[in-house]
């Protein structure tokens, strides 16, 4: 059938007419059923008050074995968890009120000794620098009450624990600081568990240089895996004590001069004690000001098991003889000590195995002294060049000489072969096959045909080594 223009004309008018007020039924439409979903979603999200806190219960990433909204009895150490062992430190002890582990911390100045002949007067935690550490169970419900001495104003971050905001402990953010001669409380449920670290949040450079921090441990509600027959807890630390002076230099921004684990220097510090064939969790934390540190055992190989964020999954573990712990982090690392010995342990960063090692000092090594000693003796009696071979001996000849008052340059430990030229962030894993109670192990003999020797003639020339 033929159209006429005219009716072409108005056909195709209707036509879009038709077409626009179906478009925009259909926009209607859209947006009602779009207006609906929103609805439904929004009534699906819980709504959230700021009046009251809401326990973080779905994400991933938190390490629990356990819901975040159970309630628990408190853990009891030797039933729920095997108790840390702290070197040179030891745990804050509690008690338990209505199902609440109470603890308390006082922040007070304490005269601290890091090795014989080396003291400081540091800020620290119940009369011992570093803090104690505090040992809890995930899901207890703790109340930590902290109590200033100090003359200058603190606060307590609790550093890597899930908790309400207002409990962060950082001052000026989160709440007022606590002043001299105040007790705060601070009151929270661990809903995590890990290796955690605590430390002053208030004039932080000075207040962390000055000792105030410690390690929190807290042990997983039902363990995915099998326990450790030996825990042990190691915070590492660096400060600036110049010798002849008591007080830690907190403004010097690099080449801090004592290095510590468990704020003690070696040879002050104690040994990591093992029977042969234990299986060996070492905690390492770091709240040095400035420097990361890498940690080498030797004579085992170890796992990294876990972050200060959580567990690692097994598959996703290696092996290692070296971690390396920034400042801020915490790291677990796990072992069979199957190899009976001295083992050294230490930061592999050269000048962090010394103590008090001074810096800007002329370098003398290769340097012949023989003639300019006996000029500069005629003026300084007692004037002795050292350097001139290195570095390793001085700690040797510092009981001869005269040295300033409380200072330990150089100084490491007479060993059974040899003098120890090491101080600082070092320390000794002893691994014995029988382990006679709490005493620690006298230095190990090693099997006979098992220690190094002088090459004899006879050897040299049976395997063609010449000289």
Known sequence: MKLTRREALFSALFAGLFSAKKAKAEEAHHHHEHHDMHA???????????????????????????????????????KDYLPVSVPDGRTLPFKIKDGVKIFHLTAQEVMH????????????????????????????????????????????????????????GVSGLTQRPIQPGETFKYEWTFTQHGTLMYHSHKDGMVQKGMGMMGMIIVHPRQPKEKRP????????????????????????????NTLTINARAFPGTSPLVVQTGERVRIRIGNLSAMSHHAIHLHGHTFQITETDGGVIPPSARWPETTVLVATGQTRNIEFIADNPGDWAMHCHMSHHTMNQMGHGIPNMLGVKTDKIDPSLRQLVPEFMAMGTDGMGDMGKHVKHMATPENAIPMVGLEGPYDYISMGGMFTILKVR???????TPRWYTPPKGTRVALASSNELKRDGIKL
């Open 433 to 439: 096959n029988q382990l006679k109670g709490s005493q």
């Open 40 to 78: 439904e979603h929004k009534a699906d999200t819980p709504v959230l008050s700021d009046d009251v806190y809401q326990t973080p219960t779905s994400n991933p990433y938190y390490p629990r074995t356990v819901d975040p909204l159970g309630t628990y009895p408190p853990g009891e150490p030797g």
């Open 229 to 256: 027959d030996r825990d042990f807890a190691l915070l590492l630390s660096e400060w600036d004590i110049k010798p002849g002076t008591y007080r830690p230099d907190t403004s010097v921004p690099v080449g801090f």
């Open 113 to 168: 000794e890091f090795s014989s002949g080396l003291k400081a007067r540091c800020w620290g935690y119940n009369g011992q620098v570093h803090g104690p550490v505090i040992e809890a169970v995930e899901g207890d419900q703790v109340r930590i009450y902290v109590t200033n001495k100090l003359k200058v104003p603190t606060s307590v971050h609790w550093h890597g624990v899930i908790l309400p905001m207002g409990q962060d």
